[in-house]
């Protein structure tokens, strides 16, 4: 299902690279079973730089990079926010969605699906 490599042997075709992010493993359980293999790959490619653990892979029609942050929440060590800042240094990323669950949604507003937007991100 994975197959490690390094990251200068990682041979991107395309400048139109999605960052997907994920904060639980179960987010990033079902984001994997939809990532499909890259090129003439047969598996997810997964590269470790640093602290952190990237998959490369096929997510619908786009090229995808996928990083799971370490703790839920903005600030702390293993953050979204340092999480993210690195993932974008290291890939460039045309886009950078996080997805998930969205705990503490109020389930008379939102569905299962909904896409929410922020305008700002508050600790």
């Known amino acids: 299902m994975y197959k490690e490599i390094e990251f200068k042997d990682l041979n991107l075709k395309s400048n139109n690279l999605l960052l997907l992010v994920t904060a639980t493993n179960l987010e990033t359980e079902h984001l994997h079973v939809e990532l499909t293999p890259y090129g003439d790959e047969t598996e997810i490619l997964v590269i470790h730089n640093e602290n952190y653990t990237y998959y490369i892979g096929v997510f619908g029609n786009y090229l995808a990079a996928?990083?799971?942050?370490?703790?839920?929440?903005?600030?702390?060590?293993?953050?979204?926010?340092s999480t993210i800042n690195e993932a974008i240094s290291f890939f460039k990323p045309k886009i950078a969605l996080m997805i998930g669950i969205a705990f503490?949604?109020?389930?008379?507003?939102?569905?299962?699906?909904?896409?929410?937007?922020?305008e700002?991100?508050?600790?």
């Open 104 to 118: 503490g949604v109020d389930d008379k507003e939102q569905r299962i699906g909904d896409v929410l937007v922020s």
């Open 66 to 81: 996928h990083v799971q942050c370490g703790t839920m929440g903005s600030i702390s060590r293993d953050s979204s926010i």
């Open 120 to 123: 700002c991100i508050t600790p």
